[in-house]
Nanobody
Framework: VQLQASGGGLVQAGDSLLLSCAAS????????VGWFRQGPGKEREFVAA????????DYADSVKGRFTISRDNAKSTMYLRMNSLKPEDTAVYYC???????????????????WGQGTLVTVSS
């Protein structure tokens, strides 16, 4: 599956952004998907993940209550709604996919087989 992330940009603290990740090439509903990010000088870290049906979700503690992951299998697209953005959310955001119908979402980047190219989110204070 090929993944194309979009929606990043420069925003101010407290603003919102909606990231999208469009998938192509395979049946999107056969994959669970997630978002990861890599800030300046930092390791790539887990942000959120969602199972193939959308029934299971998980979030990093740092984004719980502010970010919402969702997916539309009919459109082969996943989303990350980011509210109340903080400067520490500044990073390149990557979408990723794992071929699995498991209801248990995985937060480890090594578990994901396919990655998008990343979209840059910059939050100014």
């Amino acid at each position: 599956v090929q993944l194309q992330a979009s929606g990043g940009g420069l925003v101010q603290a407290g603003d919102s952004l909606l990231l999208s990740c469009a998938a192509s090439g395979r049946t999107f509903s056969n994959y669970y998907v997630g978002w990861f990010r890599q800030g300046p000088g930092k390791e790539r870290e887990f942000v959120a993940a969602i199972s193939w049906s959308g029934g299971s979700k998980d979030y990093a503690d740092s984004v719980k209550g502010r970010f919402t992951i969702s997916r539309d299998n009919a459109k082969s697209t996943m989303y990350l709604r980011m509210n109340s953005l903080k400067p520490e959310d500044t990073a390149v955001y990557y979408c990723a996919a794992k071929l699995s119908k498991s209801t248990v979402v995985v937060t480890t980047s090594l578990a994901y087989d396919y990655w998008g190219q990343g979209t840059l989110v910059t939050v100014s204070s």
